[in-house]
Structures are given as structure tokens and as C-alpha cells.
């Protein structure tokens, strides 16, 4: 019954079957402006009172989800969807069977909006469970506030944050993604890229075309792992909308991944440029932290291992932590130490810190890790700090290998 | 806003309106105990001396500010005079004053509506229903608001062209201020009623005790209903008056007009919409069979024309009604002309096709 009323509704297409009663209640006009301020106010976003209206619907309170379409519409006039269900609910009231002036050249609009309803209303049926964490994100150090985590396979960012180690959802918003999906490969095939970025700049809306709202954060796709594998294609950003529209489409971009104004707005509080990971996956598992745990230790343990192998200069064991399909950034396939001349003429072992380490299951990707940690060790008082990002992957011998690694 | 609402609301408009007009009474009622003044102000405005009307009620309001009648006998001649602001200032200070009253909450909703506010139309309208849940005119309004409204927000969740100036919603006006209202609508399509019972005495006082106590609000949320059972909601209190009405008679010819013009313009869903869920297709096709024919028929030519003359109304029942006329068709090289008959039913989406047969 839940289902084949809203079905009825938005899913199935338009018709419009039902006269309902009239409802008695006076609200005046500046009285409701009123509330739907009061919404603003309360941090209620348009996404939940679309939520709040689908649920009153659903229960047969159409009363209540008048009036909080009515306050919706208000407050984001251009929030498409809102006013669709809100001009069915009206529809359906009036009681006049043709009463949206419907003709067949607005079929492929209504279809995107009725593809938007299912992925917004959607969500809200499969939220993650309290207390579960995202696969994809192993480890984060503690000097990462903040992390994103777009799930491409349910139009989805997340926004986790990181307090002392324990991550935890704190906004998710809609968001929109390439015309044909995620997985890109090349420039061109109109695809949202699966990896880990970071955005390198920000740029306001009014720098930018009108197109892209409030603002761009471009990101460094093609990234190392994308670069080695061949992958092509710029110009991936994560950006707004235009000011005649509230949202997209769920796939309407060429590959960027596309928020709402003020959703794109309040990144800019949380997204730190070069900083902050974000992680594009094709689809998140939501998991009970602890399992994280095994898995967590083994990366760790081959970590530290590759640096003991590191600090003692032992050039063939430090060889073996890479992966006979290694590949370094300079195209080389043997991997050899950093500052190997400097390291010749030294005796002593090497005092290597490694810390900030971030461990992230790659997206896309079987047995994939990303290794993200700052390295820090001095050579005759000289220091040595760099960022380094190893990939690590699982040999068909069950090791842990670096398959492709880079420094900042 | 104002602009951006008096969108296209052709199609919604075409099967609802047409059974809600009640025209602006030419004449004001005479009250049988209106004051002398609103009487002599009732005389002038039937002899189209609309300003000496207006004068002499502000003449006479001047001494007796509180007169409900006159105050809104001159709210309606400020609507003749074209003076909307004015017009709704006096119906607003009325529903402040007498919030017992609907009948000023349904002219200031009209007014709202035909300046294009229709969320204030509709708050105005849920206000005369509040006090008098079974009003039938407000009711009919409050249906054209809510369409008028859906049409609005679709235009503008497919950013359609908001300024198209469509044809606006023609609401009614009620042009007597009526103590009691009209009995709620299940008992009016029962036994059809004469026109509403003559105004009391000093409505204002009665118009409290006379609000029925009976007529419950319809319930909020009715469990969802198939379209036919649309004739059951108070949208269609209107239609119980004498069979063939000069109101039914204009809504079926015009409903003709509007069929054969989808017909013409090959509009299939617009052209299927006249037919009422019970259609029951000649030649015992099933309706699916017979839908999925009429969209092949009606929109492979590469052109129609439909023509509708001189059609005959007879009445069936309160809700029933059959008209005979000529049907002149003609679609590329081919032309028709035959004596068509359709039986119709009028729901609560206007007068719709239950049989159609050519004679």
C-alpha cells in the first residue's frame, strides 16, 4: 500500500485519479512564508521537507504534505521535483482530472524528475545504519578533519568527519553524476571517474561561467593510479548549478559531480585544497568498523616493514615489498631508494618517521589499498619531508606489493 | 509572482471551468429586509448607474459603518467598476470583521485569483469553507485554485514559459450575501433545489446559528478513489440543479467545442480525457482495444478537422444528459459528415462521454 500510493503518485506516471476532500485549515499566506523560513532556520533542508512531504504522503496526511510543499516551493522555488509533487498533490485536489497541462513534449523532463524522485527518496530508505563505517576507509589520520565519500551508485556524497580517529556521517547531499554512469576511462566517454582526488583549487561562481553556480572545486583526476592505467580526461570538478534550478538530474553532467548551490557552498567550509580525500566509489559497503581491523593491522605491518628495510639501506629486501609489475612515477620498474647517493655515503642507519598515515580500500578496484603518510628523516642534519602515496596490492601469493607509489 | 502564476492553464481549464460559471449577477438580490439604502443602491446598478449606486451606499455607510449588506452590495459594484483594490479591501475588512461570513472570503478569493495570487485565493477560499464546509460555490473555486496552483508549480518543475498569458480560471463571484448557505451537497443532488432560499433578514446575526451543524467537513485524507468516483465529491454540489440547465447546456456545448477542437488538433490524450471511466466503446471492443484504436485513428492523419452544429440537449437525470448534433469530419482527403449522439455524465471533472453512436 506504501508503495503503490506513491507509486501511483510519481513512479507510474500522471494520472491523476483521485478527487480528494477539501481540507478546512486557514493558513495565511505570511503565516506559511513564516514557517518556511522558520524550516531555513531550523537547518532543515529542502531535501529533508521533500522527505518529511513523501512521508506524509505516504501515511495519507496529504494535508501536511500541502503545506510542506507549499513551505518547500516557497522557500526553493526552483526546486523542480518539489513543485512536480506538489503540483500533483494540488492536482489531485482540485479534483479536475486533466488539471496539469501536460503534453507529450515534457515526457523527457518528467522522466529525469521522476528518476530524481526515485534516487532522492530512495536514499532516504537505505540510509546507512548508525555506527557502520564506509569500507573504503580503513584508517584516517587524526590531521584529517574531514573526508567525502561520494557513493556514484546512489547519486550520494557523504561528508564523514574525523574526531581523534572516529569517523562519523555528518551531511550527505544529492548529487548529480556523468550522463553515462561512472568508470571513466577516456576523455570524452562522458563518465564520472571511480578513484581518490583531492581538490586542487577552489573557484567562486563568479569567476566561472553562470552554469556552474556557486563555485568549482577542481579535482587532480587524471590521478597517479589513473595515469599508470592509461586513463584520459580533464577537467573533473566538483561544482553547482544554475540559479534557474534547485538540482540536476541524477545523470546529467559530462563527468563532473554536481551539489546543489548551497550544499557546493558548505564544502567550501570543510574541503581543505590538497588536503581533504575525496573518494569516489562505485558503490560503498557500509560495515561495522571492527572488521576493518584485520586488514588495517596487515597494510600496517607491511608498512612498517618497508620502512625497517628503508632505515637499515637493504636494497634487496627493500625490493621486495614492490611488485614485479612495479611501475615508478619516472617510468622506471626498479624501485630504488630516495636520495640513494646521499644514502651511499652514510653508514648509520636512518631515523624514518612516518605519520598522517591515511589507508583507504581503493574504489573500483580488487585488493587495492592507497597508502597516503608524510615521510621524515635527515641526512647529516639535513631533514627530508615529503608526502607519499603507495598503491598496494594483493599478489596472487596473498602478499601485500607496491604496485605504484609517488612523492609530494 | 503575479505574472508568472497567470500561466497556461488552457487544458486544466477547459473540462473544470465550464461547469463553474455563475456569472456576476447582473442584479443585486433584494434582501426582504435589506435596508432601504442598499435597496435603492440594487435599483441603480439595474439601471446601470453603477457611481450613483456607490454613492448612495457610502452615503448610507457613512451613518451605519457596520451594515454587512451594504458593505458588500459595495464590494461588488467596486468589482463592476473595475476598482479591484478598492474591491478587495472591502471584502477583506469584511471577512476581518465578520469571519462567520464565507461568502466575502469566496469574492476576495476570486479577486486574488484574477490578479493572479492564487495561494492567497486559496487560503481565502479554505477560510469561507472553514465556516460553511458545505458551500458549493467555494468549493467549485477552491478546485479551480488547486488546479490553477498544480498548473503553476508543473510550469515551473519544467521551467515552462511562466509568462504565456493562457486563459485564466473564470471563478465565481457570489453576488448575494446569504446567512444561510446552500445544504451540503449530498442532500442537493438528492432532491434538487431552487436557487439558495432568500437572504435573512439581518445577516449578520443569523449567519452563526445557521452554519449546520451537520455538515461535517468531508473527511481529509478520502482513501484514493478511481476518477468516476470524483461525482461523489463536493466539486460537483452545482450540478444538482433542474435538468438541463441553461449553465448545463453552455457546459456541454462548450465541452463539444473543446472535444472536437483536441479531435481537430490531434491531441489524443487531451481528445481521450472526454471520456468518462465508464465509457462503454461500440461494437463490444474492450476499452483498452478501443483506446489504443482512437490513438491510432486520431493521430495518424496528417491532418483533422472536426465540426460540431447545431446540437440538441436533453436531459437524462440531475447528472445525465444526451446531445444529438452534426458531425462534420474531415481528415486529409477523406470527409464525413454524420448525426452523432453522445450520451454524457457529468463528474466532478466536468460533462464526459458514456456512449458515443452515430445515428
Known sequence: MRISRRAAFVLCGFAVSQALAIGSKETSASAVVAAA?????????????????????????????????????????????????????????SG??????????DSAQLKELREEFRVRVGHSEREPTAGSLPSDIVELANSEPYVLLADLSRSRLYVLSNRGGRL?????????????????????????????????????????????????????????????HGRTGYGIWLHGVPADTYSRPPRASEGCLVLANEDLLRLKQIIHIDETPVIFSDHVDWVPPERQAARRAEIKSRIEAWREAWAKHDSAEYQSFYARDFRGNDGSSKPHFDD??????????????????????????????????????????VSHISRREQYWQRQSNGRWKIAHEENH | MKSNLSSTFKSACKASCLTAIISFAGVLPIAAVASPAVEEAQAMVAKGDLDGALKRLDKYLASSPQDAEARFSRGLILVKLNKTTEAIKTFADLTRDYPQLPEPYNNLAVLYAQQGDYEKARSALEAALATHPSYATAHENLGDIYAALAGAAYNRALSLDQNNQGVRYKLSLISQLNGTPPPPPAVARAAPVAPPAAPVAAPVAAAPASVPVAAAPPPETAAPAPAHAAAA??????????????????????????????????????????????????????????ETLRRDRVSKPSQISVKVSSPQVTAVDATHAQVTFAQSYRADKLTDKATKVLDLENTGSGWKILRESVR
Not at chain 1, 531555513?40 to 521533500?50: D, I, N, T, Y
Not at chain 1, 653508514?347 to 621524515?376: E, K, R, S, V
Request: aromatic share 10%; glycine share 6%.
Open chain 1, 168 to 228: 562519523q556521517v555528518v551531511e550527505d547531499f544529492y548529487s548529480t553524476l556523468a550522463r553515462r554512469g561512472f568508470g571513466k576511462r577516456s576523455s570524452g566517454d562522458l563518465m564520472t571517474p571511480v578513484g581518490i582526488y583531492r581538490a586542487t583549487t577552489f573557484t567562486p561562481g563568479s569567476a566561472l561561467p553562470a552554469f556552474y553556480g556557486a563555485g568549482a572545486f577542481p579535482l587532480n583526476y587524471p590521478n597517479a593510479w589513473d595515469r599508470v
Open chain 1, 37 to 93: 523560513n522558520a524550516d531555513a532556520q531550523a537547518g532543515v533542508s529542502p531535501e529533508h521537507q521533500l522527505q518529511i512531504a513523501v512521508q506524509a504522503i505516504d501515511n495519507g496526511r496529504d494535508n501536511d504534505a500541502l503545506k510542506e510543499l507549499f513551505n518547500l516551493t516557497q522557500r526553493e522555488p526552483n526546486f523542480r521535483l518539489a513543485q512536480l509533487l506538489y503540483a500533483q498533490l494540488l492536482a489531485m485536489r
Open chain 1, 340 to 381: 640513494a647517493k646521499l644514502l651511499a655515503k652514510t653508514t648509520t642507519p636512518l631515523d624514518i618517521h612516518l605519520t598522517g598515515l591515511n589507508l583507504f580500500a581503493y574504489p573500483g578496484q580488487q585488493d587495492l589499498m592507497l597508502a597516503q603518510f608524510t615521510q621524515d628523516y635527515s641526512i647529516d642534519n
Open chain 1, 96 to 105: 479536475i482530472a486533466d488539471a496539469l497541462p501536460m503534453s507529450k513534449a
Open chain 2, 233 to 290: 465529491e463536493p466539486a460537483v454540489a452545482d450540478t444538482a440543479t433542474a435538468p438541463v440547465a441553461a449553465a448545463d447546456e453552455a457546459a456541454i456545448d462548450a465541452m463539444l467545442e473543446a472535444w472536437a477542437a483536441a479531435w481537430s488538433s490531434q491531441d489524443v490524450d487531451a481528445y481521450l480525457a472526454y471520456y468518462s471511466p465508464n465509457f462503454k466503446p461500440e461494437q463490444g471492443l474492450t476499452r483498452e482495444s478501443w
